[in-house]
């Protein structure tokens, strides 16, 4: 028997995750925080450049991923985690600044409870 070729490998690939719910649900999210992101920066004031909508678009879709994996792991609803990626989308840096502080009070309360 042959080895399938690489293109065949990639169609049935990209098929299986066209099928998964997970897929589309990260999606959404994504898109819902890109808009977010740059909603923030049209409703912004001062010169609008094409790379500040590409920077807000890509800033806002990677802190709705970090939200949207923040409610996976608080086991929040697909519909309340698609509208908290969009207002981390719109928030954009300072949403990430506010989770990574959080993050890290958790670890290093994590550690001081460890050396008790």
């Known amino acids: 028997m042959s080895e399938p070729s690489i293109g065949t490998v990639l169609k ?3 098929s299986r995750l ?4 997970e897929t589309w649900a990260v999606l959404r999210s994504v898109a819902l925080a890109a808009m977010g992101g740059l909603v923030r920066e049209i409703s912004s004031k001062g010169q ?17 991923v970090m939200a949207m994996y923040f409610c996976r792991f608080l086991n929040v609803g697909d ?5 908290t990626a969009g207002m981390a989308g719109y928030m954009g ?9 959080r993050m890290l009070s958790k670890i290093v309360s994590k550690d001081e409870e460890t050396k008790l």
């Open 79 to 83: 519909s309340l985690t698609a509208a």
């Open 48 to 64: 609008h450049k094409f790379i500040h909508f590409v920077a807000g678009a890509l800033i806002g879709a990677f802190a709705g």
């Open 18 to 21: 066209a099928q998964s719910p």
């Open 12 to 14: 049935e690939s990209a």
């Open 93 to 101: 840096t300072p949403f990430l600044d506010w989770l990574s502080k």
